[in-house]
Each structure stands twice: as C-alpha cells, then as structure tokens.
C-alpha cells in the first residue's frame, strides 16, 4: 500500500451538492491527518487537521477510521469556490510528512 | 498576515548550473521545510531545518542539495549542479511547530526552476 493513497479524480459536482472524498494511508502508527488544499498552481492551504475521530468546520468535516485507516473529508453545499485540489497528509517515521497526490474537485454552476 | 515570501518566483538555467532558491519564512516560526512539486505530480518533502541544522531530510536530498540560514531572516536551498529532472516547483514553508506535532504549514508561492 501506498504511505497516502488518494482518488485523482476529477470529481464533478453541481453547485449546492454534497461530495466526500476517502484518502488511505499505511502508518498505522500515525496520530494526526490534515486536509490541504491546492489552487492550480498555487501553494497548499491548510484545511483542516484531523486529530482524533473527526473534526467539523462550517460546510467541512472530516473523520479518521484507525480500523481501516482512512480519513474522509465531506463538503456539503458545494460553492464554486471549492473547486480544487484537495491532498491528503499524514505523517511518516519522524516529522516528515507525506502528501497524497490529491483529489480534483470542480463545482459547477 | 504574515507570510512566507520566496524568490525568484521563476528561474531558467543551463543543466550543471548551481542554483540558490531563497525564503523568508514567518519571523516568529521555529521550523524551516523545503518541498517540491514537479508538474502533475504529488507534494514532496525535502528537508526541515530547526535550530541552525538539518532535522530531517528525505532520499531526494542527496549530496547535490543543500540548505542555509545565512542569517536571521534568509533560508535558501542551493542545487550545486542542475539536472533536467530538478525541474520543478519548489516551496519554502515554515511552521511555529514541528510538522509532525501540529502539522500547520505556511508555504510560500513556490520558486518554479526549469532546467534547460
């Protein structure tokens, strides 16, 4: 298994839609997950992080599965605004992180 | 809102040229990173840097590379001599904590090196 796996996407959505995303990962051994996010061509943004059993932002949660090691992130009432790449993150060995390759959300009006 | 500032944002050099990328990361953060991107792929770590000396460092950081905190402010990457495949994005980023701890990121626009 990959150390992050996540779908590439794209995935394409109608503005006002519900979308989730699943990201794996192989260190079981790893305590705290985040959600970055990517503008094309831009730098990452933190997200969200994800410590324990989830967390919740407005229109964004997120949620860990130890058992199955994965993390979810679920945007309700997608804006256009959401479109992006959304990566994944977890920590390796150490204070190294590891990046997905992220998931491409376009929201369409 | 501070930020984290990187020059240039676009370099073009000859393969075997050195080249110096430099960042100002957030003045009051403790930990320095480099990462790259090359075009289409995934976000790669290169190395940290806490208190004047490498914390860690990934199996693309080889001898080529190097990282320097010239002074109190500047923290830059030097790429002794190019090849094609360090054509890439590369971003500086800084946190307050170790990435591991607190995972907060702050990167910089990215400095895009293209390798001729």
């Known amino acids: 298994r990959k150390e992050v796996e996540q779908d590439p996407g794209p995935f394409n959505v109608p503005e006002g839609a519900t979308v989730a995303f699943n990201c794996t990962y192989s260190n079981s051994a790893s305590q705290s997950f985040f959600w970055y996010r990517q503008d094309c061509r831009k730098e990452p943004k933190l997200l969200m992080s994800v410590y324990s059993s989830g967390n919740e932002d407005g229109r964004f949660t997120a949620q860990l599965n130890r058992a199955s090691q994965y993390i979810s992130l679920l945007i309700r009432d997608s804006k256009l605004s959401d479109s992006a790449t959304y990566l994944c993150v977890a920590p390796r060995a150490g204070n190294m992180l590891t990046f997905g390759g992220g998931t491409r959300l376009m929201v369409k009006p | ?116």
Not at chain 2, 16 to 21: D, K, N, R
Not at chain 2, 22 to 28: D, E, L
Request: proline share 3%; net charge negative.
């Open chain 2, 1 to 116: 809102e501070p930020e984290v500032t990187q020059t240039p944002s676009h370099q073009v050099t000859q393969m075997g040229q050195e080249v110096i990328l430099r960042c100002v990361p957030i003045s009051n953060h403790l930990y320095f990173y480099w990462y790259r991107q090359i075009l289409g792929q995934k976000v790669e770590f290169l190395v940290s840097f806490y208190n004047n000396e490498i914390s860690e460092k990934s199996e693309i950081f080889d001898d080529q590379f190097s990282v320097e905190r010239p002074d109190g402010s500047n923290f830059t990457l030097k790429i002794r001599s190019t090849k094609l495949e360090d054509s890439a994005m590369y971003f500086c980023a800084s946190s307050a904590l170790g990435q591991g701890v607190a995972g907060e990121l702050f990167f910089g626009e990215g400095s895009r090196l293209t390798v001729l």
